[in-house]
């Protein structure tokens, strides 16, 4: 089955400690994206990759890094993480150049920095 | 870089009556917008799609506009029912940028029994 899949599904962690996010697509999709969710902010983008090696800033990049190793895999890491990155958050691929066609999004990890 | 304004942010509908719900955008070299529904606790879905050479598209009771000289683009559901119930997003792309899609806030949509 074509998925993207995120892990974990929920994540509670304390300010400080470092935390990834795992995202993998099985579609063979060269772009990837990370996007936060907020109540009345709507999906914004943190970062992106176009392909294997190759990533860049999104609307809102502060305070993550990201890596894309493997076409597959793309982490998001949270090298200190901080009350205001309370989110959910949602990977996607998509196939192409990522901005013309449909994103597919994994089921979603909501984290809690407390 | 790309804006997309979204309203109204709720919008509550009795069932069986029609939703329409508007986007704006700012980057007169969009051309493909995209709508996706995202069910309560669910990931968002792409429901509908268009690209700028169409000015309407429609699947069953789904249906959008676009009207590229006034950069606004239209959700527009019939006869709805209580499964149409989620929260709407619009998105905009220059349709081969590498920063992909920019999206509105969403509209939650309540349909009404």
């Known amino acids: 089955e074509a998925q993207v899949t995120q892990n974990p599904r929920y994540l509670i962690t304390v300010t400080g400690k470092k935390l990834t996010v795992t995202c993998s697509q099985n579609?063979?999709?060269?772009?990837m994206s990370w996007y936060r969710q907020d109540p009345g902010l709507g999906l914004r983008q943190i970062y992106y990759?176009?392909?294997?090696?190759?990533?860049d800033k999104g609307d809102v990049p502060e305070g993550y890094k990201v890596s894309r190793k493997e076409k597959r895999n793309f982490p998001l890491i949270l090298e200190s993480p901080s009350p205001n990155q309370t989110s959910l958050y949602f990977c996607?691929?998509?196939?192409?150049?990522?901005?013309?066609?449909?994103?597919?999004f994994g089921q979603g990890t909501r984290l809690t920095v407390v | 870089g790309e804006n997309v304004e979204q309203h109204p942010s709720t919008l509550s509908v009795q069932e069986g009556d029609s939703a329409v719900i508007k986007c704006t955008y700012s980057d007169s070299a969009s051309n493909y917008f995209p709508w996706y529904k995202q069910e309560l606790g669910k990931r968002p879905q792409l429901i509908i799609d268009i690209r700028s050479n169409v000015g309407e598209k429609k699947d069953q009771r789904i249906a959008v506009t676009l009207n590229k000289t006034a950069k606004h683009f239209s959700l527009h559901i019939t006869e709805t029912q209580p499964e149409d119930s989620a929260v709407y997003f619009c998105a905009a792309s220059t349709g081969g940028g590498a920063d992909g899609l920019t999206f509105g806030k969403g509209t939650h949509l309540i349909i009404q029994p």
């Open positions: 996607a691929s998509s196939p192409g150049t990522g901005g013309g066609t449909e994103a597919f």
């Open positions: 579609m063979n999709h060269e772009y």
């Open positions: 990759s176009m392909n294997v090696e190759v990533t």
